[in-house]
């Protein structure tokens, strides 16, 4: 079958007809089977090259979803299809129905995705000072430069009626140049949390094709925050 061609009707019974009574959809592993699948699992951890090599092969790859928009009565038909005894789990309790994490038991989950173990941990960056001059009148002008809009998303500020986020588009926060300096709605904030090189240069690209007008302004203001920083740097030197 060629990419994009869909199935008639009568194909389509053909093909669940040839399914039916299929014994792999019948059959149910006994308990003594799962238990030894279950220890033959239990504390296997993948290697960094078989990692790799997944997330390469996925790599590229397009959801068949996306950009797709569903319509209001195909949502109520999947949701339907999944509710009440339609529903594959319906009837079963989960093997913590009626149980409560202790406090103890709590806190061990939140330490396990604690700092270092956590997998976005990138040594404490989060809990570096910001420069001085990164104050709310900088965060203002940048803003009226971005016209209140996220650079990501295009949304107005108006809309979730808060001031945007400024993002440091090389992520250090010291360098406070009005050109390292990008609005940005919350939600979109944290996307850029993982794969920085790529918004870096994403926002570096934004930046080279910024009208004139907006370019003298931050021309301007650079020139101030570098005698701000000699300044600073003559004071912590006496």
């Known amino acids: 079958m060629r990419k994009g061609q869909r199935c008639s009707d009568e194909t389509k019974r053909k093909i669940s007809d040839a399914m039916m009574g299929n014994r792999n959809q019948e059959k149910h592993r006994s308990k003594e089977t799962r238990e030894k ?13 078989h990692i790799r090599k997944s997330a390469e092969s996925r790599r590229g790859q397009m959801p068949w979803n996306k950009g797709r928009k569903m319509s209001g009565e195909y949502r109520k038909n999947v949701s339907d299809s999944k509710k009440g005894p339609k529903n594959p789990n319906y009837g079963k309790k989960t093997w913590m129905f009626g149980k409560h994490h202790s406090i103890e038991s709590r806190k061990l989950i939140s330490d396990a995705s604690r700092g270092e173990n956590h997998p976005n941990w990138l040594g404490g960056k989060s809990f570096e000072p910001y420069g001085v001059e990164f104050n709310e009148e900088l965060r203002k002008l940048v803003r009226k430069r971005d016209n209140h809009q996220c650079q990501i998303c295009g949304i107005h500020r108006e809309k979730p009626q808060i001031a945007l986020n400024v993002h440091h588009i090389d ?10 300096l990008v609005s940005l709605c919350g939600s979109c904030h944290t996307k850029t949390n993982v794969n920085r090189d790529e918004w870096s240069v994403h926002f570096k690209e934004i ?3 910024l009208p004139l007008s907006h370019r003298e302004g931050c021309e301007i203001r650079n020139d101030v925050l570098r005698c701000v920083d000699q300044i600073v740097s003559a004071l912590e030197e006496v």
């Open 37 to 49: 699948i279950s220890r033959g699992l239990k504390g296997r951890t993948l290697s960094e090259e």
């Open 207 to 209: 930046m080279a094709f």
């Open 171 to 180: 992520y250090c926060k010291t360098n406070n140049s009005i050109d390292n």
